[in-house]
């Protein structure tokens, strides 16, 4: 393969996905040339892994708008494996290797050199051999992948991808995971496949690799493609208010939270990766909230941000650190009934992982947190729950026939309510709320927003995390931003504003971004 | 997977850390656990629960069509001896299923009972030496420390239920052999004997059926002073008159049919007390409500603040003492305690549960619809005795019934 500078290798027209209720790509197109490597960037949700799961295949050909082409030729790709036979690989940020396998067979699933449906081992591994010296991996083939690091994890994954020839590489945050020596080796070999022709689309929220390595950038925003051009011809602060361009409108209720005491403090918190050993997702971080402020946490996905609150909450035990303070006093949370007894409640994000149980009863989400505070600690009261129930469907507006409706049938939004009272049924003091508008409708956020607003009024402290910018901007009355673990930086309301407050979380520091 | 059954898996974002563009998950077609008759929308759950109950009426009324004979012109059946009888094959079933299920709601399995009850039948006969109380009260207990051991290992050593209980199944059948030396020990003790063949006498029998109807209609009328204390609407005189006349005549209907034939049998006794225990520990404490919430989503149950250690080994322990009693009921119908007693009982409890609506993965399930399990299974055995079916084929339909209760739970939600 020779680099063929230039000609478009891929292109995407006009591409257009809908989900229900929502437009994710809005007549986006993108084009990628040989040997070039063409960075996406975007808030959360802006639509660049919609993009590429529309370009793998995961989306088949129908179910979006807009063509394809690659070389010239148009592609109508029905799944994952069409889209591969093309020459495009996706590695996701999620690698998808079998633990239990060896590098050679992870590499090979599902393409295996094979003779009348025997595995020929012995090619199977001397041309895995082959790949990974391409890549500088010295490691033996036969190993298991569960004995490798998360880098050459990923790196196996790029020999994967070579070994089905591709020609297109779809690189989705891959160095999220990777400590720094590990970014430097990847980059090498990213150089080397670039002077070889591959083109490569690489997705990150970390604009100073962006800029180190791309030739040209597309910034996504909402659906839409708000402009491509050539690397040298662009600076961070230009992408930055690319990204965030939106106006924070008027859809935040405007309220002046009169500030109390503090109630809730969090000293040098960290927590650590379940899966690698002192890897630290948070790192050292410390924040306040007094009764009645609303604490906004900002930061891009990987920033730390659920896996803090998750720590500060109990559910994280045996890998967090730090002190926590309630009314000034040291106080230990090991687990969350501790932190529900200490007066924490914890609006969770993904509600149906976190939140609910699917199959039962309205009620019996809503009284699960705060079950022996509404009965008696052995007998359950069914009555004095219900009257509970009732109350807070009505305080919250909560659309359903009755408290005995079950929680899987409802709206998303309805069921981000029920998630809600369960937890004000505890009568908390301090209230964490983490992406509590996601995946939900502009009336319930809406809602939610003046529920928010309502609850500080009465004085709770609230922890608000959010993916949405215009959201923690126009809720919170300080804003803390946090990037790889760490604080960037904090803000009040008055000076937050969305370009300095992206600053932070793509890494750099409050002064440089000041 | 269960419940992705009822989710359309097709065009959903596929999530990746990066993915679940706020907006993007909105509103998507959610899984629906009801189902709509009329204008009634019944959780599914229960609603299998219904549907057993009435084929198990279909069941019945094929039953008494098919035993219809010169001698029994109107059916043998459902004739009070039959009934009767058939009520008293239950009930070690019965028993066992309603501490199965709470084990099963809770995500966990017990794969061991039946060699648990085989083991504490041996340990109670043996210990007849000791007098009654002991003898007795040493089934239960074994049941019990057998119960805790497994639930310990199961919530504090993290080790699989199923793998800790299929050891108990064989560790616990090796143990009876062994305790036994595989001979088989009679009971002689007559106050044991009985709890496993005899009747209460007829005027007990009554006294206990007012007793039931009296706790009926307290419940009844203390529920509507409560719904009434926290201001919401209670029932009116002529629901709440329904509500306690309707289980009052087949309160009355029971006992009558049962006296005809010389009373209410203790097995039966024993049955409904231990299932109203069960229904009242899963419907109406905080431990039951814990363990639906730890089946369903253990995640959200641990991050409400529920312990999960604690509530998995309570639901063994629960299940340990329910096979002690178990253990007794067999032991004394049989009329000795045998090296093979309790033999694929496991698996008769976790069928009733399962014919009975509870779901495997946990989180779903009823008392009542596992008791409704246990009696449609032990109808299908009793009427084809009845017939002379032959027992292989018995086995057999049993299986297939079985796998078509799920099957059919399966196509309604696919469905609904």
Not at chain 1, 335 to 358: N, S
Not at chain 2, 36 to 53: D, E, K, N, Q, V
Not at chain 2, 291 to 298: D, K, M, Q
């Amino acid at each position: 393969m020779t680099a063929t500078n230039g000609a478009a290798l891929l292109e995407m027209r006009n591409i257009t996905k809908t989900f229900p209720g929502v437009r994710a790509l809005d007549g986006v197109s993108f084009d990628l040339r040989a040997g070039e490597l063409h960075a996406l960037v975007g808030e959360n949700g802006a639509g660049k892994s919609t993009l590429m799961k529309v370009l793998g295949g995961v989306y088949p050909h129908g179910s979006y708008g807009g063509e394809i082409f690659v070389d010239g030729k148009p592609q109508r790709f029905g799944g994952v494996r069409e889209a591969e036979r093309a020459g495009i690989a996706v590695i996701f940020q999620e690698l998808s290797l079998v633990r239990e396998m060896t590098i050679g067979e992870n590499i090979f699933l599902g393409r295996e050199p094979r003779r009348f449906g025997v595995v020929r081992r012995e090619e199977l591994y001397s041309r895995a051999t082959r790949l990974l010296e391409n890549l500088r991996l010295a490691v033996d083939p036969r190993t298991p992948i569960g004995e490798l690091g998360i880098g050459q994890q990923q790196l196996v994954e790029i020999a994967k991808a070579l070994s089905q020839e591709a020609r297109i590489l779809v690189l989705d945050e891959p160095t999220a995971a990777l400590a720094n020596a590990e970014v430097e080796t990847l980059f090498r070999i990213l150089r080397d496949l670039r002077a070889r022709g591959v083109g490569m689309i690489y997705i990150s929220h970390k604009l100073d690799e962006v800029f180190r390595m791309s030739d040209r950038i597309t910034v996504l925003r909402d659906g839409r493609t708000v402009g491509t051009d050539k690397t040298t011809d662009l600076d961070e602060r230009r992408v930055i208010a690319r990204m965030v361009g939106r106006e924070v409108g008027d859809i935040f209720p405007q309220a002046d939270h009169t500030r109390g005491q503090v109630v809730f403090e969090a000293r040098d918190v960290t927590v650590e990766d379940p899966n690698v050993r002192g890897k630290l997702l948070v790192k050292r971080v410390s924040f306040r909230v007094r009764a009645g402020e609303v604490l906004g946490v900002a930061g891009l996905m990987g920033a730390g941000r659920s896996d803090l609150l998750m720590g500060v909450f109990g559910a994280h035990a045996g890998r967090t650190g730090g002190e926590v303070f309630i009314d000034g006093a040291r106080t230990h949370i090991t687990r969350p009934a501790d932190a529900i007894r200490k007066g924490l409640g914890f609006v969770t994000e993904d509600r149906k992982r976190f939140g609910l149980l699917l199959d039962q009863t309205i009620l019996n989400n809503m009284t699960l947190a705060g079950l022996s505070k509404l009965s008696g600690r052995f007998l359950t009261d069914e009555d004095a729950e219900t009257a509970a129930g009732e109350r807070a469907m009505v305080d919250l507006r909560i659309k359903a026939n009755s408290v005995l409706t079950v929680a899987g049938t409802l709206s998303g939004g309805n069921q981000q309510k029920v998630v809600l009272a369960k937890w004000l049924l505890t009568n908390p003091r301090v209230l964490f709320l983490d992406e509590p508008t996601r995946g939900i409708d502009v009336g319930a956020k809406q809602e939610i927003y003046r529920e928010i607003n309502r609850l500080a009024r009465e004085g709770l402290a609230i922890v608000l995390v959010s993916s949405e910018l215009p959201e923690v901007l126009g809720l919170s009355d300080r804003v803390l931003v946090l990037h790889e673990g760490r604080v960037t930086g904090e803000f009040t309301r008055a000076d937050a504003t969305p370009e300095k407050v992206m600053a932070c979380a793509t890494g750099h520091t409050q002064e440089r971004a000041a | 997977m269960e419940r992705s059954a009822g989710e359309p898996e097709t065009d959903r974002p596929v999530v990746t850390a990066d993915v679940a563009p706020p907006g993007v998950v909105v509103e998507e077609a959610t899984s629906a656990p009801q189902t709509r008759i009329g204008r009634f929308a019944i959780p599914t759950a229960s609603l299998r629960a219904y549907t057993m109950l009435f084929a198990l009426v279909l069941i019945w009324i094929f039953f008494q069509w098919a035993t219809i004979s010169e001698q029994h012109p109107y059916g043998l059946f459902l004739g009070a001896v039959n009934f009767s009888k058939l009520l008293q094959q239950m009930a070690v079933t019965g028993v066992l299923a309603t501490g199965m299920l709470m084990v099963i709601v809770a995500g966990q399995i017990d794969l061991s009972v039946g060699a648990v009850a085989g083991f504490a039948g041996v340990v109670a006969a043996t210990w007849q030496d000791y007098g009654l109380v002991p003898s007795l009260s040493a089934a239960v207990l074994v049941g019990l420390l057998i119960g805790a051991t497994q639930g310990a290992l199961v919530a504090y050593a993290n080790i699989p239920a199923f793998i800790v209980t299929l050891g108990g199944l064989l560790a616990w059948r090796g143990a009876v052999l062994g305790y036994s030396e595989g001979n088989t020990i009679p009971v002689v003790l007559p106050v044991f004997k009985s709890l496993g063949r005899d009747f209460v006498a007829p005027p007990v029998g009554i006294a206990l059926g007012v007793a039931a109807i009296a706790a009926i209609a307290w419940i009844n009328v203390r529920r509507n002073q409560a719904r009434r204390r926290h201001n919401l609407t209670a029932a009116g005189t002529g629901v709440t008159a329904l509500r306690i006349i309707l289980p009052a005549l087949l309160v009355v209907g029971f006992v009558l049919l049962m006296n005809s034939q010389g009373g209410v049998p203790i097995p039966v006794i024993v049955l409904l007390a231990v299932a109203i225990v069960g229904a009242f520990l899963t419907e109406r404490t905080t431990f039951g409500r814990y363990l639906y919430a730890i089946g369903g989503n253990p995640d959200a149950a641990r991050l409400s603040g529920i312990s999960l250690r604690k509530h998995i080994l309570a639901a063994f322990c629960v299940m340990g003492v329910v096979a002690g009693i178990a253990s007794l009921l067999h032991t004394a119908r049989v009329g000795s305690a045998t090296p093979d007693a309790g033999n694929l009982m496991e698996l008769d409890a976790i069928a009733a549960c399962v014919i009975g609506g509870t779901s495997l993965m946990g989180g779903r399930g009823t008392v009542f619809g596992a008791v409704v399990g246990a009696l449609i299974m032990a109808s299908l055995d009793n009427g084809m005795s009845l017939l002379d079916v032959e027992s292989y084929i018995q086995n057999i339909v049993k299986g297939a019934v079985l796998v078509a209760a799920v099957g059919f739970d399966m196509l309604g939600r696919r469905r609904g």
